[in-house]
């Protein structure tokens, strides 16, 4: 490190099966960012900590305790896909990375990117950054298979204390939804908004049906809203029209949707939205359809931020055949390395990789899964995909 240059140091865990792959392209592309950007001020200090296989085949451990050291101690890491083991043990290592860390916001910008193919008609009217919670809800993952001692337990309970009806076959989960987690979920979807100037906020729910859960969500959310963010927020029965055009200037349209509603209106007005709060299954639903309405999981970034600690990573899986061919697509782990760069305070790096990326994808530059839907004519594989990107950003 030369003198005046600072030095961050970042945990990387390469991932399962294209994870190596990606992660290569994308230190390779965040290090000329914030070169190019920072005229070599700030550099990364990378260091590899394990997960998934390979922490399994040199610790005994899918997720050794001293990744999640490394991790709060450095305050941020990005990840490539791991690999769920299967049978008893860890369900999902990247849930239980995010509620060993209590990253309780998943945070999945979608927009569409020039050049990219896409099944709807004018994918770049979808501009939306979702909100969801990451911690309950079915994440909680209590749940008994049906038969269980446990299961016919709560069966009789349930019947003899409150006169509920459920057959023997029936298996069982429960849901959780707090205050506490839906009002923190809320307060960072409301300070996004204020700080980045998108103009409505709007919780998804389906508390026409359960009250208790996910219509509790919503009342907690406005409350919330209503109680710290009264000076910059308005309501829809406040304003004389639905059309963002009504909201006054400097104001947060807080407003709320039915989930399966809110499915159809990511489709047909897709412009009247920009950030979505939501319990955690809402939330995984609204993300990965709004992903498809722009190109797909291959360019779908993410982040998982709590208070102090963030892991950035895509949300694509671990594509296991496709390992060491240099055929992945690392777009998703590259934008989510930007999104990591604005999270650390490089907000001109982080913008110069969402340019450069695009102006490669605009340009024809992509590999197969993408370029197989174009008439972009021949694909380009991973490394030199992250080439293009790089070569840009000089």
């Known amino acids: 490190m030369t003198e005046g240059q600072k030095e961050m140091t970042v945990p990387y865990i390469p991932g399962d099966g294209i994870g190596a792959d990606i992660m290569s392209a994308t230190r390779r592309v965040l290090d000329a960012a914030l070169e190019s950007t920072t005229d070599a001020a700030a550099r990364i200090r990378w260091t590899e900590v394990l997960a998934g296989e390979k922490a399994f085949g040199q610790t005994g451990s899918w997720l050794p305790e001293e990744t999640l050291g490394a991790i709060r101690a450095s305050g941020v890491a990005i990840k490539g896909p791991l690999t769920t083991p299967v049978g008893g043990g860890i369900r999902s290592l990247n849930v239980s990375i995010r509620q060993r860390l209590d990253l309780y916001a998943s945070v999945r910008p979608v927009r569409h990117y020039r050049g990219v193919p896409s ?19 079915v994440y909680k993952g209590i749940e008994w298979r049906r038969g269980s001692e446990e299961a016919l ?13 459920l057959t023997e076959d029936t298996g069982i989960g429960l849901k959780p939804v707090s205050e506490a987690a839906s009002k923190r979920l809320v307060r960072a979807a409301l300070n996004f908004a204020v700080k980045k100037g998108r103009p409505v906020v709007t919780l998804v729910h389906k508390g026409n049906i359960m009250k208790y859960t996910e219509g509790a969500f919503m009342e907690w959310g406005y409350e919330l809203a209503r109680e710290e963010f009264k000076d910059v927020t308005v309501f829809e029965d406040d304003l004389p029209g639905r059309g963002i055009e009504f909201i006054p200037e ?11 509603n809110m499915l159809q209106q990511v489709l047909t007005r897709p412009d009247e939205y920009s950030v979505l709060a939501a319990p955690n299954l809402n939330g995984d ?3 990965d359809a709004c992903a498809a309405q722009v190109g797909g999981l291959g360019i779908a970034p993410g982040a998982n931020i709590g208070d ?3 892991v950035f990573e ?5 594509a296991p055949k496709y390992a060491g061919k240099n055929i992945a697509n690392p777009c998703a782990l590259i934008l989510s390395g930007a999104l990591m760069l604005e999270y650390l305070g ?21 590999t197969s899964d993408l370029a197989k839907l174009t008439d972009a ?15 840009r950003l000089a």
């Open 153 to 165: 337990g709560l069966i009789r309970y349930l019947r003899d204390s409150w006169g509920i009806e």
């Open 314 to 318: 895509p949300v694509h899986g671990t």
């Open 346 to 366: 490089y907000d001109e790096a982080s913008a110069a990789v969402e340019t450069a990326v695009e102006s490669a994808l605009s340009d024809g530059v992509m």
């Open 377 to 391: 004519g021949k694909s380009v594989g991973t490394r030199e995909f992250g080439e293009a990107v790089t070569d």
């Open 250 to 260: 400097g104001k947060v349209l807080v407003n709320d949707r039915i989930a399966d």
């Open 119 to 137: 099944p709807v008609k004018e994918p770049e009217k979808l501009n939306v950054v979702i909100y969801r919670e990451n911690t309950e809800d």
């Open 285 to 287: 639903y609204l993300a």
């Open 308 to 310: 102090g600690v963030a």
